[in-house]
């Protein structure tokens, strides 16, 4: 079966521009005024491709993309991959240029490829998996706070947030202690040079930068999967090392893009989460008083409205495989459908007073997991119990963190990101 | 009450076993395990809801 992507032309259905540098220069909050007016207006609506002046339509030659902003709607496109493939077209807003980044693992494929190679993943991943590991997380976050007590001014995001992430992803994997600063190093700056040029060197293309980090996670993981082959382990790296697809064993490519994805996926999500929760419960201390009366009663909920309220994940894409109609439009086959988790997240049919940062709302159907089906977030157990370790330690050992500046934004459409935030911790 | 699994869309994402442990199990394999067959408690009308692929119902 042989779909054309992207290529269907389809007249504007509103006069909302999301597709611009300019929009998407706008905060958050900014941005969502027009996401608001579209849920209202628009639910699903037809728009020009985003804006790229480094790859011009007449170069990436795509037409435009769907932009779907309820709740509900994100749901069905999730839940239906049938219908919304992540293979067909890969899962990107941005137009790319074919062959221009590798897959990013099972992130790109469709059952039946994808659900075997997420099998292989599950166990790790599972509830009890997750509680069997908790105890070096706690041991994690407790190391991490305290290096921070009597620090005075610190960046929360390059001292405290982005620290235990990439920690849990190398545990995880299985990467012994005495790499585990490489391979984390290596990660946050494939993450921080695909979403901010400043973190580059002077005088490094990005593709080499990035090309540099991979090379890292590659060596790191083609050895250490090797290496489990002989001296099986308890790790994601073992359960890689024991993988055949068709009786072959994964090939050092496969190998290097399950850790691609591991680094992003489970890295720069938690991190963003980590420090928007920080900033709202700065501005808004009756949410930290009400959570740290009763932190073990209340953290599950808590962390459920971080992650929504955080949404650190903008969107995604998906190609749809047939015609479909959704929210009074007619989607045509090879159309590019994107999902914006940012306004699902913030709809108000959903949600009462959407922007309003409230620990109490208990579990809602929110999208910062994503819309629910096959590429639900599979880390997100790891990711709550990440969370719920690293804010027990900031509410008790840190009674006294206190933001003193206005957080420095990260602008990208993918990302809901926070560069730095200064802090004191005394 | 009896708990179907519809096993095309259950993906062991495991928030049924995090909200009713005693219940819902995903096993290694990532296939969902459901202990007993009788419920009638908000616990598992809880998990049933919040399946986030919709795979979980309820049948008398």
Same mark, same amino acid.
């Given at each position: 079966m042989t779909i054309q992507t992207f290529g269907n032309e389809h007249p504007l259905t509103t006069d909302k521009?999301?597709?611009?540098e300019t929009f998407w220069r706008q905060n958050f909050q900014e941005r969502d005024q027009t996401f608001a007016w579209l849920r209202k207006n628009a639910p699903v609506s037809w728009h020009k491709p985003l804006e790229n002046p480094l790859l011009p339509p007449e170069? &990436?030659?795509?037409?435009?993309?769907?932009?779907?902003?309820l709740a509900e709607d994100i749901r069905f496109v999730s839940l239906n991959h049938e219908q919304f493939s992540n293979a067909l077209g890969g899962i990107s807003f941005r137009p790319l240029l074919p062959g221009m980044f590798p897959p990013v693992s099972f992130l790109e494929m469709d059952p039946p490829d994808h659900t075997r190679y997420r099998q292989i993943m599950s166990a790790a991943f599972t509830p009890r998996a997750v509680a069997r590991i908790n105890a070096k997380i706690e041991e994690r976050a407790v190391q991490i706070v305290s290096d921070l007590v009597g620090a005075g001014d610190i960046d929360v995001v390059e001292d405290l947030s982005a620290k235990l992430p990439m920690l849990i992803v190398a545990d995880m994997l299985g990467v012994s202690e005495s790499l585990t600063h490489t391979f984390a190093t290596a990660g946050e700056r494939l993450i921080g040079g695909l979403a901010d040029p400043d973190i580059r060197p002077e005088g490094v293309s990005l593709p080499d930068f990035i090309g540099e980090q991979m090379r890292i996670l590659r060596e790191i993981g083609v050895d250490l999967v090797s290496f489990r082959r002989t001296h099986p382990?308890?790790?994601?790296?073992?359960?890689?090392?024991?993988?055949?697809?068709?009786?072959?064993?994964?090939?050092?490519?496969?190998?290097? =893009?399950?850790?691609?994805?591991?680094?992003?996926?489970?890295?720069?999500?938690?991190?963003?989460?980590? =420090?928007? =929760?920080?900033?709202?419960?700065?501005?808004?201390?009756?949410?930290?008083?009400?959570?740290?009366?009763?932190?073990?009663?209340?953290?599950? =909920?808590?962390?459920?409205?971080f992650v929504r309220h955080a949404s650190p994940v903008l969107q995604f894409a998906r190609t749809a495989t047939q015609d479909v109609e959704l929210g009074g439009q007619q989607i045509q086959q090879g159309d590019k459908v994107v999902i914006f988790y940012c306004s699902g997240n913030r709809d108000e049919t959903v949600f009462e007073d959407p922007h309003r940062f409230d620990l109490s709302r208990g579990r809602t159907p929110h999208v910062g997991f994503g819309g629910g089906g096959v590429h639900y977030c599979l880390g997100n157990g790891l990711a709550k119990a990440e969370l719920r370790a690293l804010f027990r330690?900031?509410?008790?050992?840190?009674?006294?963190?206190?933001?003193?500046?206005?957080?420095?934004?990260?602008?990208?459409?993918?990302? &809901?990101?926070?560069? &730095?935030?200064?802090?004191r911790t005394n | 009450m009896k708990v179907v699994v519809d096993r095309n869309r259950c993906t062991g994402i495991g928030i049924c076993d995090s909200i009713a442990p005693d219940i819902f199990e995903v096993g290694d394999d990532g296939a969902l395990i459901v202990h007993g067959d009788d419920f009638d408690s908000e616990q598992v009308a809880e998990a049933v809801r919040s399946c986030p692929a919709r795979a979980l119902s309820l049948k008398d």
């Open positions: 521009d999301i597709s611009s170069v &990436h030659g795509q037409a435009g993309f769907w932009a779907v902003t382990g308890d790790d994601v790296a073992t359960a890689l090392a024991d993988a055949e697809f068709d009786g072959r064993r994964l090939s050092d490519d496969e190998i290097t =893009s399950v850790m691609q994805l591991f680094s992003i996926a489970g890295n720069d999500t938690t991190t963003q989460t980590t =420090s928007w =929760s920080i900033l709202q419960m700065d501005r808004n201390p009756d949410q930290r008083t009400w959570l740290a009366e009763d932190f073990d009663g209340r953290i599950a =909920s808590a962390v459920e409205e330690e900031i509410l008790t050992r840190l009674p006294k963190l206190e933001v003193t500046g206005e957080p420095e934004l990260l602008f990208n459409e993918f990302t &809901h990101g926070i560069r &730095h935030l200064s802090a | -």
